[in-house]
């Protein structure tokens, strides 16, 4: 069968981009237009470096960068070219940093300047060939040496089941799992959220996601791009640029410590979301409390959607029709999903179970890890995704709990026993658990309970500053306790849950 290069999801981004917009694109906090032409030059330039450096359809190419219109046309150039993009949040240390670069293997590694060295050697250690720079302000020998370089503006010919992006998720057990997603998943996603949520030619996103995860990368930068639209592109999330921006908006994408934290601030009224279309949550659980005081606030009911790494986008609340609080809404179009018991079957309409999922967003598996691939799918091809879910009669879907022992912390995903591997790790502890409780900015925090060794003498400080050198900061628990002894059940297994419950209160009062 002849292939059409549209199976490249770049190539279907860019028939958009440059047929309808070619002099809009990016603008940044500091005023400057990178238009969908210039990143798409860029991103031809750089994949004109990826063939001096002898780069092949297939290889990994990892990037542990800031945001910048430069490092979206990394990701693109990624994508016209074939290879493989492996984005890295920003905030892992050169421990956790190793593990994904002995993990993917990739040719090439592009990181800050200021992790350089640092990245070399371990990039030298795990047989990476290529380091390159690029920092916040899209300078680096990335761009230096790219810029030297005419475009390449060939699009590699992908099949819809070649890969187009690894990116890793942490494991209830063990390491993290890189979830290869193919250019099919990516384009049939992002069609999919483009025509459900009602893109509108002239729509303006708010972008203040960060670009290492499926949100901020792919569900906020995929649909603006098929529409075409300009996308207000801030370094990160403040609430008092975005305030001073959504009169100029009409979409916004964040977390529910967006939401939060746009309610704290005095600038946000009605008048100042007089523009706004669609403002849109999901990554963790929207209180209905944020829910309601938005609406009351702003007159906006958030449309609250639901996803993972493995999936993209999997359910949503509806555009046209009732968006309700606390519920996720309805399969996305061509999604199947069903409630399960712990065997595959399904659970009576109305009971909890987990949610299980097949469709074209579902993902080709893990990296390199096919048994563990195998044990996440039912025999039937459907993905098990670990969400506590309950469907109504008319198919909309809650998430009542986890199956799977994850703290979400403003969005970020915190996996206990990683952390609970390395507070076990340092001297003079016995054992610990860690658990997530309620907090008012980030949804849930993470606190540790730690038992120590007889006559150790540690402070919860020196703890935590163990902890940094090795876990991002947003892993590291806000609080830890100590305990003479962890609650543990008839069986020995440690009670969480009752763990949960013991000082669940502490930050009711905090605010960042
Ligand atoms: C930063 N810190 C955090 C978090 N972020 N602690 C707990 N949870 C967090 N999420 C800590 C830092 O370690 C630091 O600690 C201190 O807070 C200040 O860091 P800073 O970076 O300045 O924080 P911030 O700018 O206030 O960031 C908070 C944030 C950010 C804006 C909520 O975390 C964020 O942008 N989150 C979005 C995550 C996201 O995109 N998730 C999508 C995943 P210290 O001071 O002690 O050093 S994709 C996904 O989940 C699926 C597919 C889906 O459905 O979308
Ligand atoms: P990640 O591994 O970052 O892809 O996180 C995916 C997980 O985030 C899902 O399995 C859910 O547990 C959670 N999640 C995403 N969106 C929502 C939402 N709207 N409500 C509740 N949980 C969510």
Request: aromatic share 8%; with cysteine.
């Given at each position: 069968m002849r292939r059409s290069t549209e199976e490249n999801l770049y190539a279907l981004l860019r028939k958009r981009t440059l047929r309808d917009a070619a002099d809009l694109g990016l603008e940044t906090a500091d005023g400057r237009v990178i238009t969908y032409a210039d990143l798409d030059d860029g991103s031809a330039r750089i994949a004109r470096l990826f063939a001096e450096l002898s780069l092949q359809p297939g290889d990994r190419v990892m990037a542990q960068v800031e945001k910048s219109p430069q490092a979206v046309m990394l990701y693109l150039a990624c994508l016209r070219a074939g290879m493989v993009y492996v984005p890295l949040n920003t905030a892992y240390t050169a421990t956790e940093l190793s593990y994904f670069l002995s993990d993917s293997e990739p040719r090439l590694v592009v990181c800050r300047p200021n992790t350089a060295t640092e990245i070399e050697a371990a990039a030298a250690r795990t047989g990476a060939p290529h380091v390159l720079t690029l920092d916040a302000s899209g300078e680096g020998s990335l761009t230096a040496r790219a810029a030297t370089l005419?475009?390449?503006?060939?699009?590699?010919?992908?099949?819809?089941?070649?890969?187009?992006?690894?990116?890793?998720?942490?494991?209830?057990?063990?390491?993290?799992?890189?979830?290869?997603?193919?250019?099919?998943?990516?384009?049939?996603?992002?069609?999919?959220?483009?025509?459900?949520?009602?893109?509108?030619?002239?729509?303006?996103?708010?972008?203040?996601?960060?670009?290492?995860?499926?949100?901020?990368?792919?569900?906020?930068?995929?649909?603006?791009?098929?529409?075409?639209?300009?996308?207000?592109?801030?370094?990160?999330?403040?609430?008092?640029?975005?305030?001073?921006?959504?009169?100029?908006a009409s979409v916004m994408m964040g977390v529910p410590t967006f939401y939060a934290r746009l309610l704290r601030h005095p600038g946000l009224t009605r008048d100042a979301c007089r523009n706004m279309r669609l403002f849109i949550s999901g990554s963790a659980p929207l209180l209905r409390e944020t829910f309601e005081s938005f609406e009351a606030r702003t007159g906006h009911r958030?449309?609250?959607?639901?996803?993972?790494?493995?999936?993209?986008?999997?359910?949503?609340?509806?555009?046209?029709?009732?968006?309700?609080?606390?519920?996720?809404?309805?399969?996305?179009?061509?999604?199947?999903?069903?409630?399960?018991?712990?065997?595959?079957?399904?659970?009576?309409?109305?009971?909890?179970?987990?949610?299980?999922?097949?469709?074209?967003?579902?993902?080709?598996?893990?990296?390199r890890a096919p048994d563990k691939t195998r044990t996440e799918f039912r025999d039937d091809g459907y993905f098990i995704t670990g969400d506590l879910v309950r469907m109504d009669q008319a198919g909309r879907i809650s998430?009542?709990?986890?199956?799977?022992?994850?703290?979400?912390?403003?969005?970020?995903?915190?996996?206990?026993?990683?952390?609970?591997?390395?507070?076990?790790?340092?001297?003079?502890?016995?054992?610990?658990?860690?658990?997530?409780?309620?907090?008012?900015?980030?949804?849930?925090?993470?606190?540790?309970?730690?038992?120590?060794?007889?006559?150790?003498?540690?402070?919860?400080?020196?703890?935590?500053?163990?902890?940094?050198?090795?876990?991002?900061?947003?892993?590291?628990?806000?609080?830890?306790?100590?305990?003479?002894?962890?609650?543990?059940?008839?069986?020995?297994?440690?009670?969480?849950?009752?763990?949960?419950?013991?000082?669940?209160?502490?930050?009711?009062?905090?605010?960042?």
């Open positions: 005419p475009p390449n503006n060939d699009i590699f010919v992908a099949k819809p089941s070649d890969v187009g992006a690894i990116l890793y998720t942490s494991g209830t057990t063990g390491r993290s799992k890189g979830a290869m997603l193919t250019h099919g998943n990516l384009s049939s996603n992002a069609l999919t959220l483009h025509d459900i949520w009602g893109w509108v030619p002239g729509d303006v996103l708010i972008h203040a996601l960060p670009i290492f995860h499926v949100h901020g990368l792919f569900v906020a930068l995929h649909t603006a791009m098929l529409n075409a639209s300009r996308i207000l592109f801030l370094p990160r999330f403040d609430a008092d640029e975005i305030i001073d921006l959504l009169p100029g958030i449309l609250e959607r639901y996803g993972m790494t493995e999936a993209g986008m999997i359910t949503s609340n509806p555009l046209h029709g009732e968006r309700l609080p606390e519920t996720v809404g309805f399969p996305l179009p061509g999604v199947e999903a069903r409630v399960a018991d712990g065997s595959g079957n399904a659970v009576a309409n109305g009971d909890v179970g987990v949610l299980e999922i097949k469709g074209p967003n579902v993902f080709r598996g893990y990296w998430i009542v709990g986890r199956a799977k022992d994850l703290i979400i912390s403003g969005g970020y995903n915190v996996y206990p026993k990683e952390v609970e591997g390395c507070i076990d790790s340092l001297d003079g502890i016995a054992e610990s658990a860690v658990v997530g409780i309620p907090h008012p900015d980030f949804g849930e925090a993470v606190i540790g309970y730690v038992v120590l060794q007889p006559n150790a003498d540690i402070s919860e400080q020196s703890i935590k500053d163990a902890l940094a050198a090795s876990l991002a900061g947003f892993k590291i628990p806000k609080k830890l306790f100590f305990v003479d002894e962890l609650p543990r059940n008839a069986m020995g297994k440690v009670q969480k849950n009752v763990l949960r419950e013991h000082n669940a209160d502490i930050f009711r009062d905090t605010a960042s």
